[in-house]
């Protein structure tokens, strides 16, 4: 009985120490000393409890999204938003795991161990409002939003003729689109929008691989401004 003693023993420890990594990570910041610019472009991030992404307007005086993110892609075109929530994962979660009670072993285990299927999962919102639980805003200056503009658009999987590439989501006003990247338990959908926003120097976790190490940073934004 000594080795399976030993292999949960080891499990365990291998458990409490990415716990107690992933606490650390969300507690400490990167980009420190960042405030929200009083008259910067207004963002949201957002949480379903599970995944985390980011709303971003479809039109602005720094990039169009309408290129990549197109009516027509949608089941009914009259759904297109003023803004889409991005976030990006691992396909077989995204599809299957709308909110943790449905999580799948066998999506969980392609999770944990790594894989290159990878979605962006696009939902069309018209002109979203802030919502203390799940939703929260804050303003970037243009050069952070291009960072950002720059991180989400180098995700998207192009076809030959320069096209995203969108697939049914979960309902009427969200797609799945086909992206690039390798996740794992080490880079998750939520340390994905975490690097995004650290890239753009906007105060966050150090590491973030759970909801909670993103969404924590903006309720201080808020009170702060």
């Not at 072993?105 to 790594?114: E, H, I, M, T």
């Not at 995700?155 to 689109?177: A, C, H, M, N, W």
């Amino acid at each position: 009985m000594k080795w399976p003693k030993r292999i949960f023993a080891g499990l365990l420890a291998l458990i409490i120490t990415y716990l107690g990594a992933a606490l650390f990570g969300s507690i400490f910041p990167a980009n420190q000393f960042w405030k929200s610019p009083d008259d910067g472009i207004e963002l949201f991030i957002e949480t379903n409890g599970l995944h985390t992404g980011i709303i971003i307007p479809i039109q602005s005086d720094v990039h169009d999204w309408s290129v990549l993110i197109r009516p027509e892609h949608l089941d009914d075109p009259t759904v297109y938003g003023s803004h889409v929530l991005v976030g990006w994962g691992h396909e077989g979660v995204y599809r299957n795991a709308e909110h943790w009670r449905d999580l799948r072993l066998k999506d969980a285990a392609s999770a944990v161990f790594g894989s290159n299927d990878v979605l962006l999962h696009v939902y069309h919102l018209k002109y979203p409002q802030t919502y203390p639980h799940y939703r929260r805003s804050f303003k970037v200056s243009e050069a952070e939003y291009r960072l950002i503009v720059e991180a989400i658009n180098d995700r998207f999987v192009l076809d030959e003729t320069g096209q995203s590439i969108p697939s049914k989501g979960y309902g009427k006003y969200d797609l799945f689109y086909r992206s690039q990247g390798h996740y794992n338990a080490f880079y998750t959908c939520n340390s994905w929008t975490g690097d995004v926003l650290r890239q753009a120097g906007i105060r966050t976790g150090i590491w973030t691989p759970f909801q909670g190490g993103v969404m924590r940073w903006f309720l201080e934004a808020e009170t702060d401004n």
